[in-house]
C-alpha cells in the first residue's frame, strides 16, 4: 500500500522536472530569437546547393546546420549577455531578461561557440581553420554599438559569411566568383534591414549614449541609405542569377522579393513599431526563401 503513493510521487517528480526543462528550453530559444535563424540559413542552403548542383552528401549537410545553428545561436547568446544591463533598462526588451539568467546566457553561447567548431571540423580543414574568424566576429558584433554606428554593417559581415562557409563546405575552396556575389548581397540586404529595425530604438540609443545609424543621423537619412542598400542587394542577386545561368524560377522569386523590398520600405516608413517589426521578421524572412526555392526550383528544372 505505501508503495504505490511512493512510486505515483516519483513519476510526478519526472514529469515536473521534464515540464521545466521544457520551459527553460523554450525560453531559452525565445531569449535568441531562433525563428530568426531564417534570415542566413536558406542563404547557405542556396549556396550549397549551387556549389554542388543539387544536394551534397549528407555528412556536409549535417555540418553546415550545425554550423549555422550554433553560430547564430552563439551570436545572438553572446549579445544578451553582453548587453544584459542594457536590455533591463530598454522598455522593448526587458522580457528577455526575464526569459533566463545572464549566467545561462553565456553558458548556452560559449555551447553554442562549441558546436559551431564541431561542425566546421566535421566539414574540412578549410572550414575549420577560417572558423575563428566568424567566432571573433559573432562575439565582436555585441560590443559594436558601444564603439560607433557601423554595428549594422558588422552584423551584415556576419551573416554574409554564410554563403561562403557552404560553398567552401562543398568545394573545399572558394576560387568561384558566385558565393562572394551571393556573400555580397546578404551583407547590403542584412545592413539595410538592421537599420530599419534600430528606429524602434532611437531614444533609448541617444539617452544611453550607443551608437546607430538612426541615432546618429536621423530617421530620414537611415530609411534612404537603407532603401539604398536593398538596392544594392537586388542588383548582387540579380547578378548572381545572370553569372550562375538561373532558370526562370529564380527570376520570378527575385521579382517577388523585389516587390517584398518595397513593401516593406513603405511599412518602415509609417515609424509604428509594430508595422517596423512586421517589416523586420516577416519580410526579411520571406526574401530569403523565396531565393532559396528560386534556386532550388532551378537547378531542378
Known amino acids: ?20 526543462l521544457f520551459i527553460k528550453l523554450r525560453n531559452l530559444l525565445e531569449l535568441v530569437k531562433f525563428s530568426h535563424t531564417l534570415f542566413a540559413l536558406p542563404f547557405a542552403l542556396t549556396s550549397m546547393a549551387v556549389a554542388a548542383r543539387g544536394l551534397p552528401s549528407v555528412r556536409i549537410l549535417v555540418g553546415i546546420l550545425l554550423c549555422m545553428v550554433g553560430a547564430r545561436t552563439a ?17 522593448r526588451t526587458q522580457r528577455r531578461t526575464k526569459l533566463a539568467t545572464k549566467r545561462e546566457a553565456l553558458v548556452l553561447g560559449i555551447i553554442s561557440l562549441g558546436i559551431f567548431e564541431i561542425g566546421a571540423y566535421s566539414l574540412n580543414f578549410l572550414c575549420f581553420i577560417l ?26 559581415l556576419c551573416l554574409s559569411l554564410a554563403p561562403l562557409g557552404a560553398w567552401a563546405a562543398v568545394r573545399d575552396n572558394l576560387n568561384d566568383l558566385l558565393p562572394y556575389l551571393l556573400s555580397l548581397a546578404v551583407f547590403f540586404w542584412t545592413f539595410g534591414f538592421d537599420i530599419i529595425y534600430a528606429l524602434q530604438d532611437v531614444e533609448f540609443d541617444r539617452r544611453l549614449g550607443l551608437y546607430s545609424v ?19 542587394a537586388w542588383i548582387c542577386w540579380a547578378i548572381f542569377g545572370w553569372i550562375g545561368t538561373m532558370k526562370w524560377p529564380y527570376w520570378i522569386a527575385l521579382g517577388v522579393v523585389a516587390v517584398i523590398l518595397v513593401y516593406e520600405h513603405f511599412l518602415s516608413r509609417a515609424g509604428e513599431m509594430a508595422k517596423i517589426n512586421i517589416a523586420f521578421f516577416n519580410m526579411n524572412a520571406w526574401i530569403s526563401i523565396f531565393i532559396f526555392v528560386g534556386v532550388i526550383l532551378s537547378i531542378a528544372i
Open 1 to 20: 500500500m505505501l508503495c504505490r503513493p511512493a512510486g505515483k510521487r516519483v513519476f510526478r517528480i519526472t514529469v515536473n522536472n521534464l515540464s521545466k
Open 75 to 91: 551570436a545572438m547568446a553572446f549579445n544578451r549577455f553582453l548587453d544584459w544591463e542594457y536590455d533591463k533598462q530598454n522598455p
Open 131 to 156: 572558423s575563428p574568424v566568424a567566432a571573433f566576429l559573432i562575439i565582436f558584433y555585441s560590443l559594436t554599438k558601444r564603439l560607433g554606428s557601423y554595428s549594422h554593417a558588422v552584423l551584415g
Open 214 to 232: 538612426p541615432a546618429q543621423f536621423g530617421e530620414n537619412f537611415s530609411l534612404k541609405l537603407a532603401a539604398l542598400l536593398h538596392v544594392l
